[in-house]
């Protein structure tokens, strides 16, 4: 059977205990992790193309009628954007001198 999911390194160490080494079951999994990358901000652009078909998958949702609510999108300020790239920049660096800690799960939440 293949199985393809995600795992904390971590906490799969911990589902496995010596007798799963020693038994074989671990040798049965093909485990694989890629480096570990600190994110950096990029100001790339999304393709002309993509974005085209996300935004036929929001079609549907935005096109719905809510009472007394329509979405608004707003911009950041030059400013603004300034400090929205410094904060994302400075949070992936604490995120990754977490790494391992209880804190660590909910840095990752924060991000948005």
Same mark, same amino acid.
């Given at each position: 059977?293949?199985? &393809? +999911? #995600?795992?904390? *390194? +971590?906490?799969?160490?911990?589902?496995? #205990?010596r %007798?799963?080494? %020693?038994? +074989?079951?671990? $040798?049965?999994?093909?485990?694989?992790? *890629? *480096?570990?990358?600190i994110k950096q901000?990029?100001? $790339?652009?999304?393709?002309?193309? &993509? !974005?085209?078909?996300m935004e036929k998958v929001f079609d549907f949702p935005f096109g719905l009628q809510l009472p007394n609510s329509? *979405?608004?999108e707003l911009s950041l300020t030059d400013d603004a !954007?300034?400090?929205w790239v410094e904060f994302y920049n400075h949070h992936a660096h604490e995120q990754d001198d977490l790494t391992g &800690? &209880?804190?660590?799960?909910?840095?990752? !939440?924060?991000?948005g």
């Amino acid at each position: 059977m293949c199985i &393809t +999911g #995600g795992i904390q *390194p +971590g906490f799969l160490a911990r589902c496995f #205990g010596r %007798e799963f080494y %020693e038994n +074989g079951l671990v $040798a049965r999994f093909l485990m694989a992790m *890629p *480096p570990r990358r600190i994110k950096q901000w990029s100001d $790339a652009e999304i393709h002309a193309d &993509t !974005k085209a078909a996300m935004e036929k998958v929001f079609d549907f949702p935005f096109g719905l009628q809510l009472p007394n609510s329509q *979405p608004d999108e707003l911009s950041l300020t030059d400013d603004a !954007k300034v400090a929205w790239v410094e904060f994302y920049n400075h949070h992936a660096h604490e995120q990754d001198d977490l790494t391992g &800690t &209880t804190l660590a799960a909910a840095w990752s !939440k924060l991000e948005g």
